[in-house]
């Protein structure tokens, strides 16, 4: 996987805790960098530790699956590229929560890497380097849910919609990519 595809990877899982992270930050009277940096915590840990789940699962069952794994990375991606679509073109107005509780972030950490747990999977298929990539991964996602915390309070849910918007369609484009790789490339 080139660096360019890893960037658009990190930056595709994280909008969905981006978006997350604008609802919260939407929901705060008063934020405090304290409290932008608990939600970019939570959220950068378990897109992080998701792929590398993902990914030890996948090598488990790498050797059942090697000659259709390009078609398993496109379902995979598009899949959930197509529901983040999805999801931003909903009319549903989910209610802001400003609770940093261990339980409530828990609940929305696990809830917004559950895509990476299946791009790990992906990931086993394309041999990378896991560590490196969920780094980035993490790293990025903490920076992004970090901001998108201010963002939310300072602009509202105006950039919701357009954050899962663009993380859908990027996971597509690099299913895509993968599948045109393996089928015309090689």
Not at 55 to 76: M, N, P, Q
Not at 77 to 83: E, P
Not at 132 to 148: D, E
Request: contains cysteine.
């Amino acid at each position: 996987m080139s660096l360019a595809s890893l960037i658009l990877l990190a930056f595709a899982l994280s909008m969905d805790a981006f978006a997350v992270a604008i609802c919260k930050g939407l929901a705060m009277q008063k934020i405090t960098l304290r409290k932008a940096l608990i939600v970019g915590l939570y959220f950068g840990v378990f897109q992080a530790g998701m792929p590398i789940l993902g990914y030890f699962l996948g090598s488990f069952f790498e050797h059942l699956v090697t000659s259709i794994d390009h078609w398993i990375a496109f379902i995979l991606l598009s899949a959930i590229g197509v529901k983040m679509i999805r999801e931003a073109l909903s009319c549903s107005n989910e209610e802001a929560d400003d609770s940093l509780s261990f339980k409530t972030m828990i609940v929305l950490a696990i809830a917004t890497s559950i895509d990476a747990l299946a791009v790990g999977i992906t990931l086993a298929f394309l041999q990378v380097n896991i560590y490196y990539s969920a780094t980035f991964i993490g790293i990025t996602t903490f920076s992004l849910s970090t901001i998108g915390v201010k963002i939310g309070n300072v602009f509202g849910a105006k950039y919701k919609s357009r954050a899962e918007l663009v993380g859908g369609t990027v996971l597509i484009i690099i299913g895509i990519k993968i599948l045109i790789e393996h089928l015309f490339l090689r």
